[in-house]
């Protein structure tokens, strides 16, 4: 589903919302930027969690700005993952399905099928509490996904975990993303996150977009020296060097570094990258 946002608007003591952005249907995009831009109040905005002041929300060609976050269809899953600690992983996901009063059938159904996307096949009946912090972000995820939502929103998914579990849970989503037709659309600080996920990078700041556009260009066609600065902060990664029809290429599935002798062009749909000597 495409996602339009039209100039929304939302002041508070300490930060106003001017946004527009276009989401295409089935794409993966980011909005990235530092903590206190404005990021996870966007997500609710577009939940509907927070009502806009002004502008236009439209998923689709359906304009939903006014329209209560229960009857939007979208999934929404914070950092902080609000599993219910009574209830074990089954009810948990079903939870949203039993609220929309869904045939026990129905909700076995959808529910093992996410517990599948999210490769927690036989965790039905585990309590909450014995799950492992991956664990326990894979069914929050499952939750948000069980009803089939048009648009699935995601708060710094990867915040609080550890490294390894971080570089698991990035391999995860990547997956997710590639085997549904789901519209991702995830905040986060960490622009590694962004590099390896998405379609499509929107820089924010102070509740406005730097920004917008396919990682590469986000990465080396910077537009101000805040985007500069915000993206060239991280050091991106590791690949391997191969000899393809001539050409020294490095292949990889992340980012490498683009300065100094060697740099590099990157092809993020291939996931290689051309050494430019």
């Known amino acids: 589903m495409k996602v339009k946002i039209e100039k929304i608007e939302k002041s508070f003591p300490e930060l106003k919302i001017d946004f527009s952005l276009e989401v295409e249907s089935g794409s993966f995009t980011s909005i990235v930027g530092p903590s206190g831009c ?65 045939s026990k059938k129905e909700i076995e159904k959808k529910v093992l099928n996410a517990l599948e996307l999210v490769h927690l096949q036989g965790f039905e009946n585990r309590e909450v509490n014995n799950l492992s912090g991956g664990e326990k972000r894979r069914t929050a995820i499952a939750r ?19 490294a390894k579990l971080k570089e698991k849970m990035k391999l995860f989503l990547k997956e997710l993303s ?41 990465f080396l066609n910077p537009i101000n020296a805040f985007v500069k600065n915000f993206v060239s902060d991280y050091v991106l990664i590791e690949g391997k060097p191969r000899i393809v029809n001539g050409k020294k290429m490095i292949e990889g599935k992340f980012l490498l570094p683009a300065k100094g002798k060697g740099k590099a062009l990157i092809n993020f749909k291939k996931t290689n990258y051309k050494f430019l000597d």
């Open 38 to 102: 404005g990021k996870t109040t966007l997500l609710k905005l577009i939940s509907g969690l927070l009502e806009t002041e002004k502008g236009k929300i439209f998923f689709g060609e359906k304009e939903v700005t006014k329209i209560p976050p229960e009857k939007r269809n979208t999934g929404l899953v914070f950092q902080n993952d609000t599993l219910f600690s009574h209830l074990n992983v089954f009810d948990n996901i079903g939870f949203g399905l039993k609220m929309r009063k869904k």
């Open 144 to 162: 948000a996904i069980s009803f089939e939502p048009d648009l699935l929103l995601l708060d710094e998914p990867l915040n609080g975990l550890d």
């Open 178 to 218: 590639e085997k549904t037709s789901l519209t991702v659309l995830m905040v986060t600080h960490d622009i590694d996150e962004a590099f390896f996920l998405s379609d499509k990078i929107v820089v924010m700041n102070n509740g406005r977009v730097e920004q917008e556009g396919k990682p590469e260009e986000i």
